[in-house]
């Protein structure tokens, strides 16, 4: 019965993957956290294990559907891997509340950026064209999306989807698509981090993992056919859910304190 949890959880956070272009790891880590009472530094291994998975055949499926801008992708990608495999692996120094503290800062400016487009950018321009001086002005923030991914274990992705529209311009459904491959050149060195530098239950990962596979497809079927804006409003939701209980969880703490 346990397995089935992991595995209905593995399951959504693949669908939040596939549908929203986030990696999963971002709704995966509260479900384990508060669901299984699984610790922060073993949900955050555990989640980024689900993360590659999911951004892999997400990634694929998008691929297929040509909803990945592959340039934007590798640069981003290649300029964060090294800060993902960084911020993974100092896990295990940080303690369990930093980690919160981190999550739910995150998670606040995922909403910002997501909630601050300029009205100049409302209409998205179908051909995208690779700007190289935007990017390296926008690069700092791909690299410590990277960081702070790696030590969430959620890929970054809720940072890159927001990132894509408000400083490139993206129609959400290429946005959720290019930030899936971002994320999977990161879960790669984050993996690896987590594997040595975190102790967590290899089997309920892999579990997870393949729940993940199957949501994945799921999310990007519901993403070609669900309209941007119910997309917006429902990665509005997850992140406003999410900020609020990692809130009250820091408000308890502290009040007991």
């Known amino acids: 019965m346990q397995y089935l949890t992991f595995l209905l959880l593995g399951f959504i956070g693949g669908t939040a993957s596939g549908l929203l272009g986030i990696g999963g790891g971002i709704v995966i880590i509260p479900l384990l956290i508060y669901i299984t009472n699984i610790s922060p530094k073993a949900a955050t291994a555990i989640s980024m294990i689900q993360v590659f998975f999911a951004s892999s055949f997400g990634t694929l499926f998008n691929y297929l559907q040509k909803n990945i801008k592959i340039k934007h992708a590798v640069y981003f990608g290649i300029s964060s891997m090294a800060f993902s495999f960084l911020g993974s692996f100092l896990t295990k120094y940080i303690p369990d509340l930093t980690i919160k503290i981190i ?44 960081l702070i991914g790696g030590i969430l274990g959620v890929g970054g992705g809720f940072l890159y989807v927001p990132m894509l529209i408000y400083f490139f311009n993206f129609p959400i459904p290429i946005a959720v698509g290019t930030s899936l491959m971002i994320v999977l050149f990161n879960s790669v060195p984050g993996v690896i981090g987590k594997v040595i530098s975190v102790e967590f239950d290899i089997v309920t990962a892999v579990i997870v993992a393949v729940g993940a596979i ?44």
Request: no cysteine; glycine share 6%; aromatic share 12%.
């Open 103 to 146: 999550y739910f800062l995150s998670a606040l400016t995922s909403l910002a950026l997501f909630l601050s487009r300029r009205k100049e950018d409302n209409k998205v321009s179908k051909e995208i064209v690779f700007d190289k001086n935007k990017f390296l002005k926008v690069v700092p923030l791909g690299v410590f999306a990277g």
């Open 214 to 257: 199957g949501g994945s497809r799921l999310g990007t079927y519901l993403n070609k056919r669900v309209k941007p804006l119910i997309i917006k409003i429902i990665f509005i939701i997850i992140i406003m859910l999410i900020i609020v209980r990692v809130a009250i969880d820091l408000y308890s703490y502290l009040t007991v304190k």
